[in-house]
């Protein structure tokens, strides 16, 4: 019996990622969560029954290679259509063509790649076809399913998550693409780990850069600067209105909530790297100086507003900086939700209240028809009450008094708490009755 080929057999001159392409599972690197013997899709192929299945990993993370070993291993027809030059006859195609081999007992591997790019028409129309089993469909795709593909398709595929190549992973690639060209890459030991973070987890273009710096000499070897002079480094994978970019945002103002002043650097300097809009990066610090900071610290918005008129005024690069004074402002800052607890709670109480009329005492009358009616009657003008307070309530008729506003004892709101306190007990001294109430916390 002929050996089968090696991984490591010289081939004809196809590019290196492509000589390089795993012929068996085993072969696979880095998706041990997913093809050990344990993991599923180890469990589907010792079974020899597969499920259809959504690959969602980064580019370069071995969704297609994944799809072809796996319909080698289940001994399916591999068809391969791309969701960005196929249409509906060449569905239609594939679709007549797995009826025909179901009907002599052989299956078919449907692997759709760039599956997101159909539309929800399109999609819909896979459904019957992986239904009743005459595909097993395997889509790859770089965006977030939940947002991308139907519930219906959803339901009907099991969503596995490809991993970006760690540093394990692409040593093994770069010793592989060594093994084939013969030789060692002409790269100093930290140009070796400059090119692997080049790369940031995509094995496709590792390999890529690894092929172009096989034609150079092997002697002298290159030192990180030299290879940033031979080899670009790859753009950052990112789309300002896909998942990665609400990813990193949510990364940003989590840190800083958490008060992880150095983690939201690095987030907002990933944001930038990827080249995000600063005024959007500007407008969500803003939000968290409100939302997160609130009254803690008064000065957070006032920061907040001069750093985003101070990069309207510098742009980028002097820019940049206005917004890492303010990451360091927000992240430093105390914290506190209170105001924002309270706006939620306040709009929660309006809608319930319907349309409840203010006390006709704090009502201003400019007609003598509202002076009739008493609109105005019994005010009291506060600045001339003892310590300008009458404690008057401003409340409905018939709504008790509600606290939506809870300050904590943090900041500078541990002295609005001290103020609201000594209204409280003024208002109780010269309008008895039933205390402040407090709200119950928004979720």
């Known amino acids: 019996m002929s050996r089968p080929p090696s991984l490591f057999d010289r081939d004809a001159p196809r590019p290196l990622a492509d000589r390089l392409r795993p012929r068996e599972i085993a072969e696979v690197v880095g998706q041990d969560h997913l093809v050990a013997a344990e993991a599923p899709l180890g469990r589907m192929i010792a079974s020899g029954h597969l499920a259809s299945i959504i690959l969602w990993g980064p580019p370069g993370c071995g969704k297609t290679t994944l799809a072809r070993l796996l319909a080698q291993a289940c001994t399916l027809a591999f068809e391969p259509l791309s969701a960005v030059f196929s249409g509906v006859a060449d569905l239609r195609r594939v679709f007549s063509e797995a009826r025909n081999r179901r009907e002599s007992g052989q299956g078919t591997l449907l692997f759709v790649d760039e599956i997101h790019r159909f539309n929800r028409a399109q999609q819909d129309g896979f459904l019957p076809w992986v239904e009743d089993g005459t595909v097993i469909l395997v889509g790859a795709t770089t965006e977030n399913p939940s947002f991308e593909l139907n519930a219906a398709l959803l339901s009907r595929c099991q969503v596995l998550v490809l991993r970006r190549l760690d540093d394990p992973a692409l040593d093994t690639l770069l010793s592989r693409a060594e093994g084939v060209l013969g030789r060692p890459l002409p790269l100093s030991e930290a140009a070796r780990v400059t090119l692997k973070a080049m790369a940031d987890g995509d094995g496709r273009f590792l390999l890529n850069m690894a092929e172009a710096l096989a034609d150079l000499p092997a002697s002298p070897c290159l030192d990180p600067e030299a290879l940033g002079k031979v080899i670009q480094r790859r753009a950052p994978h990112y789309d300002k209105d896909r998942e990665g970019h609400f990813n990193l945002i949510s990364a940003v103002h989590k840190s800083l909530r958490a008060s992880d002043t150095d983690a939201a650097l690095y987030w907002t300097a990933r944001m930038l790297d990827a080249g995000e809009d600063p005024a959007y990066l500007l407008r969500r610090l803003t939000r968290f100086a409100v939302e997160d900071i609130g009254l803690a610290d008064p000065d957070a918005l006032r920061h907040a507003i001069a750093a985003w008129e101070a990069y309207d005024r510098l742009g980028s690069p002097e820019g940049d900086l206005a917004i890492t004074n303010l990451v360091l402002y ?10 924002y607890t309270a706006h939620k709670a306040a709009r929660q109480a309006a809608r319930q209240s319907g349309s409840l009329m203010p006390p006709l005492t704090i009502l201003n009358a400019p007609t003598r028809l509202m002076q009739d009616l008493g609109y105005g009657k019994g005010y009291t003008y506060d600045h001339d009450a003892p310590d300008a307070f009458s404690g ?19 900041g500078f709101e541990r002295e609005v708490r001290r103020r609201l306190a000594w209204w409280d007990r003024r208002r109780q001294e010269r309008s008895p009755g039933p205390g402040p109430t407090t709200t119950e916390k928004q979720s």
Do not use: H, I, V
């Not at 927000?330 to 939700?337: D, Q």
């Open 330 to 339: 927000l992240g430093t800052a105390p914290k506190s939700n209170a105001a």
């Open 392 to 410: 008057q309530n401003c409340f409905p008729e018939g709504m008790a008094r509600q606290r939506f506003y809870d300050p904590p004892e943090r």
